[in-house]
């Protein structure tokens, strides 16, 4: 299986494994973030998908022609969950999470910490517990347990926010999967 890191074109390593956005960010701290382009390489999108969830207010607008941090892990987090759920359900699940796009204030979850927990969660699921439901939830809270105030006082409505998460991940794989299987039965390969 040629694994990749949720959300991006990039392949796993056990770097990534427990803060998976380290692999990212220095780039974007050095350059002051990153184009378009960089930013369809590092995801697989066409820029038009990224400008057009810009304008339909998914991802906060950007200032000048980079793509800051925020704007990435935006995009990281609907990319990674696009394969399964639509577009208007992941806006409004990032919304029920941190509120207003444009406004961290209102953040239950800093979006990195956010990225990286979802990124810990899959890649344990993926190596030990095969996406059991039960075992799911019980990874959510254990990563959950140490986080901040601000986390805790919001904790249910995240812990069930995140399952989705997971599983519609996961679901986006096995969905890709199956789509393969399909193109080799109708294709003859």
Do not use: H
Not at 175 to 185: D, P, S, T, V, Y
């Amino acid at each position: 299986m040629n694994r990749l890191i949720p959300g991006t074109t990039l392949k796993y390593s056990e770097a990534a494994r427990n803060e998976a956005f380290s692999l990212i960010s220095p780039v974007l701290e050095m350059t002051g973030g990153i184009t378009l382009s960089q930013l369809s390489k590092l995801t697989g999108l066409e820029g038009s998908t990224i400008q057009n969830w810009i304008k339909r207010g998914w991802v906060s607008a950007t200032k000048g022609k980079k793509y800051s941090q925020q704007q990435v892990l935006r995009i990281l987090l609907i990319n990674m969950l696009r394969g399964a759920m639509k577009l208007e359900q992941i806006a409004s699940l990032m919304e029920y999470i941190n509120g207003d796009v444009e406004d961290t204030s209102d953040d239950i979850i800093d979006e990195i910490q956010l990225y990286n927990i979802l990124c810990r969660i899959i890649f344990t699921a993926e190596d030990e517990i095969a996406f059991r439901p039960e075992a799911v939830r019980t990874l959510i809270s254990r990563e959950l347990a140490d986080c901040a105030d601000q986390v805790r006082l919001n904790e249910k409505k995240l812990r069930d926010s995140m399952y989705v998460m997971v599983m519609a991940y996961r679901s986006g794989v096995l969905k890709a999967e199956m789509e393969k299987g399909l193109k080799k039965i109708f294709d003859g390969e």
